[in-house]
């Protein structure tokens, strides 16, 4: 894999006989010999240590300010809102409605930390440095990111850095530890509780290290942190949402504060804020569901959806689909038009050319276990 | 014990041949999470895939190794599909087939070939 890049815990990856493939141009960690089913359970059971370097850091900075006025051009949540100390979810949005993608954005006073998924960075960067007029823009290559999550993660985290243990769900710091400075926010990709935490890239060995010291934690890959988000119903960008997605199709409504909404102070002002405002009134033709399979057989992803149990045209996909380990069953989610889109209704999956049931769940699949 | 080059084990019992998985395919599979076995009595054709098995990754095929038919489908791994990961060599074969013809047994690879094949 030449042409490939590696993050600073790419040698840890080996070490711990780490399968690693290429994703999002980085070659990266699938699976650890314990496997993915039992990774997965045990991020639930007591906590998983996950590298997340791949994704990209930056910071924005305003002329006057911490650039959350310009931000707010690009997205349709509240960033001026957004208090010091605290991270939000947020996409960016192109002219037609669509997703450019997913992030996260903490304000940390005289600046923004932004946190974007891998595969978007590049164009990310491109596009806040061009439609962010007088604000610095500034990508951060110096940095690892890594996960700590699950029920046991508070404890391990607090050891290295004992403010944590006064943070809630969505809380941003940094402290100063043996590492150097931490950057650590209370969130994370699995539904579970944890934390992501930046640290400079020649501390990283040693943190990951330290961290997998505890018995509690086990180095958990790609393949289990794909399985943990999709119970936690959660988007993977270039799945689930992109730019022929709008957010309301994808349900991401919960995500758009009333501020930016119609009749809010600070109303629309976003790239496709006419479509997108709209639908948040009238709703969306169709709707991102979690799909629950009735046999074991999984729907993965492109598995067309039927009305009826023969004949007839698609009438939506599945856009991630796999075994949920937690739920012990086969879990997906896709679209489906609004009028099939209620809990309880069923609908044929088909798979090698059957016809299977499948039905309408709620989401997440697992309920999250949030420290609010 | 005879082997193919699509990872499935072989065993001759009185006449009959027991089909599993090898060790090295059920690592590489990863966690098998569902398996869909062909029904008692079918007529098959070498090479018709005739089961599902799908792993936390994916799913793949495993295919008639002779012509036959299935007399006999092990249940057990349909409901614990996990089974095909413990004991891919033993409790987790799949289906016995009754061969019109034996002779195509002898094309397949013994141990040590197969050994070399997977490297």
Not at chain 1, 12 to 17: A, M, N, Q, S, Y
Not at chain 1, 80 to 101: C, H, M, S, V
Not at chain 2, 61 to 89: Q, R, T
Request: with cysteine; proline share 5%.
């Amino acid at each position: 894999m030449p042409d490939l890049l590696k993050t600073p815990l790419f040698d840890l990856h080996v070490e711990l006989g780490a399968k690693m493939v290429p994703f999002a141009g980085y070659e990266m960690p699938v699976q650890y010999p314990l496997g993915v089913m039992k990774e997965h359970l045990h991020t639930r059971a007591r906590a998983g240590l996950f590298d997340v370097s791949h994704m990209g850091q930056v910071i924005v900075r305003g002329a006057d300010d911490n650039g959350a006025g310009a931000f707010e051009a690009l997205v349709p949540q509240s960033i001026k809102g957004l208090p010091e100390g605290r991270q939000r979810y947020a996409f960016f949005t192109d002219e037609n409605g669509g997703i450019l993608d997913d992030l996260m954005v903490a304000n940390r006073g005289d600046h923004l930390f932004v946190v974007v998924n891998a595969a978007c960075k590049a164009d990310d960067i491109a596009h806040m440095k061009a439609r962010l007029p007088g604000c610095e823009v500034e990508e951060l290559t110096d940095r690892a990111l890594l996960a700590l999550q699950g029920p046991e993660a508070a404890t391990v985290m607090a050891d290295i850095v004992p403010a944590v243990s006064d943070m809630r769900f969505m809380d941003v710091i940094i402290a100063d530890s043996v590492f150097g400075e931490l950057w650590v926010s209370r969130s994370g990709y699995t539904g579970e509780d944890g934390f992501e935490v930046s640290v400079a890239a020649g501390q990283a060995m040693n943190l990951a290290h330290v961290l997998l010291a505890y018995d509690e934690v086990e180095p958990i890959g790609l393949g289990a942190r794909d399985s943990l988000r999709l119970e936690g119903g959660l988007c993977l960008y270039g799945n689930d949402i992109d730019t022929g997605t709008s957010p309301i199709e994808a349900a991401l409504e919960w995500a758009i504060q009333k501020v930016r909404r119609r009749g809010g102070e600070r109303e629309g002002g976003f790239p496709g804020a006419d479509r997108i405002l709209a639908e948040l009134e009238n709703g969306a033709e169709r709707r991102r569901v979690g799909l629950s399979p009735e046999g074991r057989a999984p729907m993965r992803a492109g598995t067309e959806l039927y009305e009826t149990n023969e004949g007839g045209t698609p009438v939506g996909a599945v856009t991630s689909g796999g075994f949920g380990p937690s739920v012990g069953a086969p879990v997906a989610m896709g679209y489906v038009p609004a009028r099939l889109s209620g809990t309880g209704t069923r609908l044929y999956g088909e798979v090698r050319g059957k016809r299977l049931p499948v039905t309408v769940a709620q989401l997440p699949f697992v309920a999250a276990n949030f420290k609010r | 014990m005879k082997y193919t080059e699509e990872h499935e084990w072989l065993r001759e019992e009185d006449g009959v041949i027991v089909v599993g998985i090898t060790e090295h395919a059920s690592e590489q599979l990863g966690d098998v999470v569902f398996v869909e076995l062909p029904e008692v009595g079918a007529e098959v054709t070498k090479d018709d895939e005739i089961c599902v098995i799908e792993s936390v990754k994916a799913a793949s095929d495993i295919l008639a190794p002779l012509d036959g038919e299935i007399v006999e489908v092990n249940e057990a791994i349909v409901e614990d599909p996990g089974k095909v990961n413990e004991d891919p060599l033993g409790d987790a074969w799949f289906f016995k087939i009754k061969p019109s013809d034996l002779s195509p047994m002898d094309d397949y690879m013994d141990e040590a070939a197969y050994k070399d094949f997977i490297g």
